[in-house]
């Protein structure tokens, strides 16, 4: 999924908003959910989370989600986030 960063997902310097990378991550995971269940997934908890780099204003964020495992009744999807500038096509972790 690539989500574009426009004005009002930054701050005044510029970084993406957490709780917008965390929405984002959210609509990740919920796409990706169903393919294994067949049902209608939320979520539950988030187990981790980290920002080890800021994402910058005005480039693209673009987040992979997998199922990583399978229970009865609940799975977990990891979901990693990158940063993307789309004319370097420079990539880092956010």
Known sequence: ???YVLPQHANLFSNVFGG??????????????PTPSGRTCVTATIDDCHFPA???????VRLR???TATFRTSM?????????????????RA
């Not at 800021?54 to 693209?60: D, M, S, T, V």
């Not at 977990?76 to 993307?84: A, H, N, R, S, W």
């Open 76 to 92: 977990e999807i990891e979901v990693i986030v990158t940063g993307e500038d789309s004319q370097t096509r420079e990539e880092w």
């Open 20 to 33: 917008q990378i965390m929405a984002w991550v959210d609509l990740c995971a919920a796409v990706a959910s």
């Open 65 to 67: 989600a997998r199922v």
């Open 54 to 60: 800021p994402g910058a204003n005005r480039r693209g």
């Open 1 to 3: 999924m690539i989500e």
